[in-house]
Nanobody
Framework: QVQLMEFGGGSVETGGSLVLSCQAK????????MGWFRQTPEKGRDWVAT???????KIAPSLEGRFTIARDNSKIALYLQMTSLRPEDSAMYFC???????????????????WGQGTRVTVSS
């Protein structure tokens, strides 16, 4: 497992932007499939995006065009850039990791071995 910690959550108005960061504490981070999820009491946990060790990524279809996932293996970091935010994007956002370099087929949440504590995003109307 790898220890993960998210940063960058906060409160923004509709239409605003945020960049979430996830810092990993493991030198073999580059060998991990990484993902972002979000969770609300009403909707439960939803998949947001994944990125593999080579940088190939997938975004949830409903978020394409507004959200971008990226990683910097040299900094052992994962990012989620969120633009044109809407109130329905309000959630607790989590990063997660699987100790393998590929993310295909798309891993279900239960496959992720490591999770951060989450960072809250609130979008006001």
């Amino acid at each position: 497992q790898v220890q993960l910690m998210e940063f960058g959550g906060g409160s923004v108005e509709t239409g605003g932007s945020l960049v979430l960061s996830c810092q990993a504490k493991r030198s073999t981070y580059s060998a991990y499939c990484m993902g972002w999820f979000r969770q609300t009491p009403e909707k439960g946990r939803d998949w947001v995006a994944t990125i593999d060790s080579e940088g190939s990524w997938k975004i949830a279809p409903s978020l394409e065009g507004r959200f971008t996932i990226a990683r910097d293996n040299s900094k052992i970091a994962l990012y989620l850039q969120m633009t044109s935010l809407r109130p329905e994007d309000s959630a607790m956002y989590f990063c997660a990791a699987i100790q393998r370099g590929f993310c295909s087929p798309l891993p279900p949440p239960d496959d992720y071995e490591s999770w951060g504590q989450g960072t809250r995003v609130t979008v006001s109307s």
